[in-house]
Nanobody, 116 residues
Framework: QVQLVESGGGLVQPGVSLRLSCKASGFTFSMYTMYWYRQAPGKGRELVATITGGGGSTIDADSVKGRFTISRDNGKNTVYLQMNSLKPEDTAVYFC?????????WGQGTQVTVSS
């Protein structure tokens, strides 16, 4: 069974950093592209960042370029989202996602709230 479990969210003040983690299981992690999405209150789900199995990455959301970085550790079956200089508009539930032979799998999400 393909599973994704996010962690690392929380309530933080503007300007600080957080690192989100997404632990994967049930598939050969190193073979698959991983995605981070976010969904702010009242808005649709937005693609934030993408990383291939070999580590090639893109930041897809213009609003986070220069502040967020995606990475992965294939030995730990984990993908990360490093978020620096957080802003109130980064407040959202953050999800990881992958597409395998079993279809699309989403994690349960982790809440990030940026507020003073």
């Amino acid at each position: 069974q393909v599973q994704l479990v996010e962690s690392g969210g929380g309530l933080v003040q503007p300007g600080v950093s957080l690192r989100l983690s997404c632990k994967a299981s049930g598939f050969t992690f190193s073979m698959y592209t991983m995605y981070w999405y976010r969904q702010a209150p009242g808005k649709g789900r937005e693609l934030v960042a993408t990383i291939t199995g070999g580590g090639g990455s893109t930041i897809d959301a213009d609003s986070v370029k220069g502040r967020f970085t995606i990475s992965r550790d294939n030995g730990k079956n984990t993908v990360y989202l490093q978020m620096n200089s957080l802003k109130p508009e980064d407040t959202a539930v953050y999800f990881c996602k992958t597409d395998t032979w079993r279809g699309t799998t989403w994690g349960q999400g982790t809440q990030v709230t940026v507020s003073s």
